[in-house]
């Protein structure tokens, strides 16, 4: 195994087209703050499932195209070489590619839409995480919300286009909020709450997805799990729409969250656990705040809530600088753990 | 009264729960830029009388318990100290605790819904300054209007919590506007603009939180005053809802932006109270527009316009560093004055 | 011509009063990001045109009087006098002087509000250029757009001011989207794409701010054009509102992106102008989704999309500081484009 990864790595310093497949695999890995390429084809496995068992193989094609369109973007933009290797500017045009059919009826021209958005989402990568550079931190996912946003609010003054997301605008606190009933089902929930980090409704490609991050990080499997879970139980006891949470659509935002804030950018222990479960809390609770917000438009949440919350998570401590790269943050943290983490959970 | 007030500090330096007590009570006098625990326990006094007075008892627990949360928060993630001895943690949390029984229904979820929102209140804080710090600025009060703004969104998804805010979601220029008829009691109004600062619909809580002003700084007795005068009579002008003006909901903002700009962060004169009556009109038309753009969302305005207001006012001169701590500002004032407001005043 | 430029630029550096009116007169051509006083002459001539076309004299009186009031207000407060000089603090109060009697029925307290606005907007061009000015940034017309935005939205609040923007507030995809009918007179709407930049509608306005950029620079006369034309291109073959785009109502924000990105910011060349061609699609994507989000609130983009995908757009080569002089620019440019654009050229 070992020695399929380095026989890899050398082909990819060496050829300039592995290099691009590569960084190009690194990509829908590094939306679960992971860098490897191996985990990244095994993502692209699940988004391929879960396309096909919902009957909708252009989603997989979208992801795709997305990713490529977004690479090729930040090739011709002359970006920084080794953030494009690690598969940074890859993240968010292949969540951008899987969402625009997803919700964007089929037609040719939604296909240019979604080949303009991707190179979008790469501008927009740029110019937001020169933004949050300023505060020690980098755009994550927003950069793919905001494009998908744009495009589907978009969309509603296209004549050609047409929205599917399967919402109505309505005003906030209308409607069947409680219609539907809950499955008391658990697991497949937890499971469908990491697929839908990939807008996917499937526990089996949730569970390929879990595999993706156990073989190269077992703390971020064991983070996104917690995530699932615990926001899922939260939304359960508070009450919420048992349909929605049947889908585990209540669980991917602290997924990423716990990934983040529990496993890759801090050290994981007590005290840093303690602060992922108030932070799954903090997701969940901004969740639901921004779904009251977008309710008149009908437009998802998709993962700002994440976003959002690990922000504000995040900026307390801005010694952490988030890197989305497993390997270098561990580096990191041995040098700033002494001043940090660590003391926080001496003293107490 | 000296004696007193140096036996007390003495206390304080000396005992680390006098030091808690101490930092708590600084918390509801830091809304309105005072650091002074006297003043902070006259204005609890206010918030009591009003909560008990309008037959909610509960909204007083909630003071008390979010100023408790966010400081015992502030103190667990190990927060500057002198900020901390300050009050500068209690002071949003205290108003998120009082929003919260204010405006959801009485039920033990709420009381967790609390905990948790006065706990993120102090992450927010947290996370707001280090954002605002970039330009010389603090967070104010935004830290609770954003956590206060989310719990009340976020509860419309909840079946367990109901949202009570008297508001329902419509689109602007829609509804009775002018329904409310308008009581010309002057006086009454101008002290209810005070006391909503606190949320209070209370012209005694008014009285009493002037009197906490008045005991440690006479320019921020009078600029309150002057704020709620000069927002309510323009609101009046140019033709507002009768009821809500006489609650005093057009002054509060105005009384925080006059005591900031015009007492607080610059040294009271000619051209500086030129400029806060200026701000007096700007926090009023962002307070209604604000208010139009939360209409189909039916949530308040809370103290939002004061805060975009008064950054808007604090930004294009960035030399005046905007302390909330009205000793400190005096004394950054002798050295920064010379080159700033007096030559302002002097030129013209 | 020439020798009337010198004559006027000497007089303008002895007489105050005609530096005041030089630099008023700079403000109307700097919307355009040109700093030429006789630009600036033509573009009121252009105002007026319109204004008295479409019988709506008053718009002519309310740009006057904004661009007075804003740049008395930058006076006041003692700003940057190069900066003032150039007309960087009439550009955006002449627009809100324009905007306030379109938008807003014709009445003596309608003045007021507008008086008060104009002088806001410089408070919050200071502001806003005090937070751009962290990556390298300016704020546009973004202070035109937010504090107009305040003033429509306020109004709603106010019975004595009433809202004639002629939409209603509606949640996005309902009403008829699609009922104008689009009249194929191109060329016309290209005009009047560029004469909506300051919110007027006609072809002949437009044609005389075109000449208003001819004579300061070709570029941006030229990529004025191409701006108008590529989103209105776009927008009729996504399909949308063909009344709306009859008026250049898709076009007029593409014009400024155009001019900015294209002309003024970059050196003009090969890979600029692909860019700019992209930035025109994101400029038009922009504009319809800000639309949306604007449906339920009843209120016009106004330069908003302009000024956002200008950020994206600028934000990833943060080497160019957007300097809204274009004299300035080209100085610059020489140092800079070695470094940046011209390898992003060659390399290529």
Redesign the interface.
């Known amino acids: 195994m070992t020695q399929v990864v380095r026989g890899w790595d050398g082909l990819s310093d060496r050829n300039p087209l592995i290099e691009f497949v590569d960084a190009c695999l690194r990509g829908p890995a590094q939306v679960v703050f992971q860098n490897n390429p191996l985990s990244g084809l095994l993502i692209l496995v699940a988004v391929a499932w879960g396309a096909f068992e919902n009957g909708q193989p252009r989603v997989f094609g979208g992801a795709v195209l997305g990713l490529v369109v977004g690479t090729v973007t930040a090739i ?3 970006v920084d070489r080794p953030s494009l290797r690690k598969g940074l500017f890859g993240f968010s045009p292949v969540l951008t590619g899987i969402a625009v059919p997803t919700f964007l009826d089929h037609r040719p ?1 939604m296909w240019l839409y979604l080949v ?2 991707a ?2 989402t790469t ?2 990568t ?3 995480n ?2 949050f550079k ?2 020690g931190l980098t755009a994550f996912t927003f950069p793919f919300v905001l494009t998908t ?13 047409t ?1 599917l997301t399967g919402l109505k ?6 409607g069947a ?2 219609g539907g009933r809950f499955n008391w089902d658990l697991i497949p929930i937890l499971f469908r709450g990491v697929s839908q980090v990939y807008l996917i409704n499937s526990w089996v490609s949730g569970l390929i997805i879990l595999v993706a991050l156990l073989i190269n990080s077992r703390w971020s499997a064991l983070f996104a799990l917690v995530g699932s879970a615990g926001a899922t139980l939260l939304a359960l ?5 048992g349909l929605s949470l049947d889908k585990g659509l209540y669980g991917f935002n602290a997924v990423l969250t716990a990934i983040a804030v529990g496993a890759v950018l801090h050290r994981p222990g007590v005290f840093v656990t303690i602060y992922t479960l ?1 932070g799954i ?2 997701t969940l ?9 977008l309710t ?3 437009i998802p949440v998709l993962t700002g809530p994440f976003n959002i919350a690990t ?3 995040l ?2 401590q ?1 010694h952490f600088a988030p890197v989305p790269n497993h390997e270098r943050v561990k580096e990191t943290i041995v040098s700033t753990a002494k001043r940090t983490i660590q ?2 959970q001496k ?2």
């Open positions: 011709v933009l002359q021209l303009l958005g190179a979008a501008v927009i740029l110019a937001l020169a933004v300023t505060w946003w744009v495009l589907l609010m978009g969309a509603y003054q296209f004549n050609r286009l929205v605008p309505r005003f906030p606190g209308e909020l409680t006891w508070f009450g919420v729409d108030f809390a903090l609770f901004v969740h639901v705040a921004l779904a009251t917000v008149p438009l009908a922000w504000l998570l900026l307390p801005r003391p926080l003293k107490r």
